[in-house]
């Protein structure tokens, strides 16, 4: 078959491909450590689980509206205005099935080709795969090491133009678990407002966060009519395989991105909305335990990769990544993480399936055992000895 032109210009997520590429190693007797997929090795919350068995029973397996069950477009409204401190109403958000339809849809409705599109780099590989799918100009705002990987917004701010049309902002950080402080949304919320130009605020992890309370560029002056909040259930209730997410927006958007979901997957499973209600209004101990947990573990791997000869690791303060710089060790990204999949066992994403800024680097997600991670670090030392 003859694809289109554009599919040539869309990208994928590299963690998909290594899960493979380990579950087939798997499949020949090899043991192996995965460090490359992000999501919690947690289980879902029992009540939250046990409120989408009642609502399966209670015949919850109807089509429903394609912006979302009321029930949940009201909690995740309240959620919001409680931890974000903005004003949302039901009519501002849209339900998807998992967060990433949101940046498709948005990505989709705002840019038109030649559109530039502010994005951090190292950075999820979607946004620029989804600027370049629809044939925007992605415009890579660099995060630096030495700066901890926080967002460098003055960068950002000199790049934001007449052609810039959308920014994309994620804090905490995936890959790296920087963040942008305060005053720093403030400006940029100051520079969007200034130009008129919306913001997609990737929030997905705004509940993974060690030192520091979550403030949303939402809530900045001047936003309201441009902020477009994406969040979801994945990691903070590890729900990653239930498919769920939203966007919250002006409510005009919010009209435009249902649209887009009435043409594509119509509307979200349910009886997993109704869960997600349970989730948001319910007990939220366990999001305080996974959190109290992974601190330990980024706490345990950034110690124990800054023992690893060649390596120098900056201590993330949110999300559950870390971002080495492995330069240190003489491997190109790449190769090294072949090396440690194929030859020691150890599943991990090279710097680069983040972009072009993500070199000299590796992505290990630290949601694993305390053990297996103990475990993939002397897996990495004695790789790293040996090809001394
Ligand atoms: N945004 C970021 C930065 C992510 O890392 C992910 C998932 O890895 C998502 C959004 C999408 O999450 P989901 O579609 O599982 O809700």
């Known amino acids: 078959m003859r694809l289109s032109e554009r599919m040539a210009r869309l990208g994928t997520e590299t963690a998909f491909d290594v899960l493979v590429r380990a579950r087939a190693l798997e499949a020949q007797g090899r043991e192996i450590v995965h460090l490359e997929i992000g999501e919690p090795d947690f289980d879902t919350p029992p009540h939250i689980t046990a409120a989408a068995i009642e609502a399966l029973k209670g015949g919850a ?25 903005v004003k949302a109403t039901p009519e501002m958000v849209v339900v998807t099935p998992g967060a990433k339809p949101i940046m498709f849809f948005v990505i989709l409705a705002l840019v038109d080709p030649g559109d530039e599109v ?13 600027i370049r799918y629809i044939g925007g100009v992605p415009v890579p705002v660099r995060l630096r090491e030495e700066k901890g990987f926080d967002l460098d917004v003055d960068q950002l701010c000199d790049k934001l133009g007449p052609r810039t049309r959308l ?67 994945s990691k903070t209730y590890a729900m990653t395989g239930w498919r769920l997410g939203y966007g919250v927006m002006p409510a005009p958007m919010a009209q435009v991105v249902a649209k887009l979901q009435t043409n594509s997957t119509s509307c979200t499973a349910t009886f997993s909305q109704k ?12 999001v305080e335990r996974m959190v109290a947990e992974f601190r330990r573990r980024r706490d345990a791997i950034v110690e124990g990769l800054r023992t ?24 190109s990204s790449r190769a090294l993480a072949d090396r440690l999949l194929e030859e020691a066992g150890v599943a991990c994403l090279s710097g680069t399936a983040f972009g072009e800024f993500g070199e000299g680097h590796l992505r290990f997600s630290y949601a694993n055992s305390m053990e297996n991670i103990e475990e993939a670090l002397g897996r990495m030392r004695r790789l790293l000895a040996r090809s001394r």
């Open 275 to 286: 869960a997600a209600v349970v989730a948001l209004r319910g007990d939220q101990s366990s």
């Open 118 to 130: 502010l994005y951090p780099n190292p950075g999820f590989p979607i946004y620029e795969s989804m």
């Open 61 to 85: 397996t109807h089509y429903g509206p394609s912006a979302g069950i009321p029930e949940l477009r009201e909690a995740v409204a309240e959620d919001s205005t409680r931890r974000r401190g």
């Open 167 to 233: 920014v994309i902002l994620n804090y905490p950080h995936n890959p790296t678990g920087g963040g942008i402080p305060e005053a720093g949304l403030r400006a940029i919320a100051d520079a969007a407002a200034r130009h008129g130009v919306p913001v997609l605020s990737d929030e997905i992890y705004g509940r993974i966060l060690y030192d520091t309370v979550h403030a949303s560029i939402a809530a900045m002056p001047g936003m309201e009519p441009l902020a477009i909040v994406l969040d979801g259930f």
């Open 308 to 331: 690893v000869p060649g390596v120098q690791c900056v201590r993330p303060s949110g999300a559950f990544y870390v971002f080495p710089n492995i330069t240190g060790t003489g491997y």
